[in-house]
């Protein structure tokens, strides 16, 4: 019987064989039938326990198989593991080569950090003294400025009984309200500045302390990681530590590490930057408090001004338009005639029209047609209710527009009044009580 697989009679050359398995032979089985077979029952013991020769040649086949198989795996497995092995000495080496490294630039981290602390610490500590010395300064003199107050309050308490809609929260209102504000501010001006510089020192020192903690653990811990740093292969104190290849629930990340002392530095510098403004504003605040208070004072006056420019013009305007509306209430009460005449006019006509319609629905039989007499007339009806409704409809809103006129009369003639009183408050009671308002020299207690 011919084969068309090759049997393996000896072992190929390792480096000719894929990587992949043989693919499976596939027979079908060879079944002892046909015209020449002996089928006959004195043969039957003979035939029933064989094998077929075709039979034979496949389990030796698979036998070859499965042994080219096995030594193949066997090969591939232990070039492997030679390869493992070669592989993770090299790991080892470059793993602890690149720890080395790691640890050495984390003590150029933690070197860099403490070095921005201590410096930071030398400088709050200079800072602090010097505005130490400037709070000496704040300890003499508080000076009252009741006089502005009391004008400022007192127009705002005359502006309150303006009538409405004049009582309005208007530029000058506002500018009264900055400058009471303004007043109550420099009264305690300087005791708060007091206060401020005590606290300002107090956080000074504060966030010095804070630094100085961070500044420790920093060399402890540039300590800790320069003796790791050392460690080698041929070190004699090292030993197993199964449980420490772990991260600490506790442990923080490189990011909030750096993102700790940043934050410590940062607040520091801000105390620092803060307590140089607060010195200078010590310097400046007795000079700037009585320019303050006269540049607010002219913001107030001139509000004023122009207050009482806006509603003496608002009062003509409004005398202005109450003389047209007037006028206007004459024209329609002479309009409301006019179309209840015309109304009037239209009556008659529109009888005319039904009569006709009426009379003609009499005729008899086949004459009550529907000629153009008929539409015309029916037309003409339409038209004339349609005119009656219109004209009535236009005297329902001329009647409405004169008793809206009789209704702005009214309110402009109230609205004048208002506009008289708000001139009175704010010239002869407000503008007049500002005259007295006190001289820079004296708000600067200089008198």
């Not at 070039?79 to 150029?108: C, F, M, P, W």
């Not at 508080?142 to 009582?167: F, G, V």
């Not at 004459?367 to 236009?394: G, M, P």
Request: hydrophobic share 35%.
């Amino acid at each position: 019987m011919a084969h068309t697989g090759v049997l393996l009679t000896k072992e190929p050359a390792p480096q000719t064989i894929p990587v992949s398995e043989l693919p499976m032979r596939v027979y079908e089985p060879a079944l002892n039938t046909g015209p020449d077979t002996s089928c006959g029952l004195a043969t039957a013991g003979f035939r029933a326990a064989k094998y077929l020769l075709e039979e034979w040649h496949q389990s030796n086949y698979r036998k070859y198989h499965e042994a080219f198989a096995d030594r193949d795996h066997s090969e591939r497995v232990r070039l492997e593991s030679q390869n493992v092995a070669a592989y993770t000495a090299e790991l080892a080496h470059r793993t602890q080569e690149d720890s080395t490294i790691k640890v050495g630039e984390r003590l150029q981290d933690i070197h860099f950090w403490k070095s921005e602390l201590q410096r930071e610490i030398e400088d709050l500590t200079a800072e602090t003294d010097l505005l130490a010395a400037q709070k000496l300064r704040l300890e003499r003199a508080i000076d009252a400025t009741e006089i502005p107050y009391s004008i400022a309050m007192d127009n705002l308490q005359c502006r309150e009984r303006r009538l409405p809609p004049d009582l309005v929260r208007d530029q000058v209102e506002a500018e009264l309200l900055k400058e009471a504000e303004l007043i109550r501010n420099i009264q305690e001006l300087l005791k708060r500045t007091l206060k401020q510089a005590i606290n300002q020192i107090q956080l000074n020192r504060d966030q010095k302390e804070i630094c100085e903690m961070d500044w420790s653990d920093k060399v402890e811990t540039y300590n800790i990681d320069e003796k790791c740093g050392r460690y080698n292969n041929q070190s004699t104190n090292i030993q197993f530590h199964p449980s420490s290849s772990k991260f600490e629930d506790s442990a923080s990340t490189p990011e909030t590490w750096a993102k700790h002392s940043h934050d410590n530095i940062y607040r520091a510098e801000r105390e620092k930057l803060a307590s140089i403004n607060l010195r200078a504003l010590i310097d400046n605040i007795l000079h700037d408090t009585a320019e303050d208070l006269r540049m607010q004072s002219n913001l107030v006056n001139e509000a004023f001004a122009r207050r009482c420019e806006e509603v003496e013009d608002a009062k003509h305007k409004l005398e202005h338009h109450l003389k047209k509306v007037l006028t206007e209430i004459g024209d329609q009460e002479h309009n409301i005639e006019a179309l209840k005449q015309a109304i009037k006019d239209k009556e008659t006509p529109l009888k005319v029209a039904q009569t006709r319609l009426y009379d003609r629905s009499f005729r008899p039989n086949i004459d009550l047609c529907r000629d153009a007499a008929q539409f015309r007339l029916v037309s003409e009806c339409e038209e004339l209710t349609n005119s009656i409704a219109a004209l009535k409809k236009e005297l329902l809103q001329s009647e409405q527009a004169l008793l809206n006129l009789e209704d702005t009369r009214m309110n402009l003639e109230k609205e004048i009044a208002v506009k008289a009183n708000s001139l009175f408050i704010d010239r002869q009671k407000c503008m007049a009580h500002r005259a007295k308002y006190p001289t820079v020299l004296k708000l600067a207690g200089y008198q």
